[in-house]
């Protein structure tokens, strides 16, 4: 879960606090003079993608993903650095990139970025990648595909934002699931509780279950 400012304030240490509230005043000052220049010229990264990288050895590991969103929601980061941030960052740094996609101003346009997490077998990145923004811009095949993935890889359900919302009374979403349980039990694996659980959702009917994730 990300951390606020304040419980990140009550977390860190004096130099800590004094990095994060200059990597903040640096993105701010991003966000209120976006890049003017032309068209052909060097370009420079800004200061504060510097210090979305290193926030971890500033800030702690453990910490480090909190302080990031907390510079992309500062920058107003756009896609032109969100994606820049996800392509060249390692996998903290990109799942910090996905968790925050929902606080910012993007409507769709980052969806290349959920998909590409998607395609990956990182279960860490797949996770991040099932979140509110995902829920609120996936298309319905896609995001069928999403759910099976988490299946697949062993991402626990809980982590798909909206899932009762999205997956109730789905039918084709139930047939999936369907044939994933037929295909398991044919190789004699087990089917896991998440499958009964998300089947039970789909399956359509006034039997479904009423929960709300």
Known sequence: MLQSREELDARLGGAA??????ALAEAGHAAAHPDT?????????PSWELRYAAAGRHCGIENAESVRALLLIEAHAGLPALTRL??????????????????LDL???ALPLVEDALR???TRLIAAAVGPY???????????HAVLKCLFTGVPVAAVDQLARRARGDAELARMLGDFAVERTAAG???????????????PGPAAPTEES
């Open 37 to 45: 220049e032309p068209p052909g010229a060097t370009y420079a990264v």
């Open 134 to 144: 995902t829920a609120a811009h996936l298309d319905d095949h896609q995001w069928r």
């Open 17 to 22: 606090r004094a990095w994060l509230d200059e």
């Open 189 to 203: 694996r087990g089917v896991p509780a998440d499958l009964t659980r998300v089947l039970a959702l789909a399956t």
């Open 86 to 103: 996800y392509a060249q960052g390692a996998a903290a740094e990109r799942r910090a990139v996905l968790l925050t996609l929902h606080r």
């Open 107 to 109: 409507g769709p346009t």
């Open 120 to 122: 990956t077998n990182d």
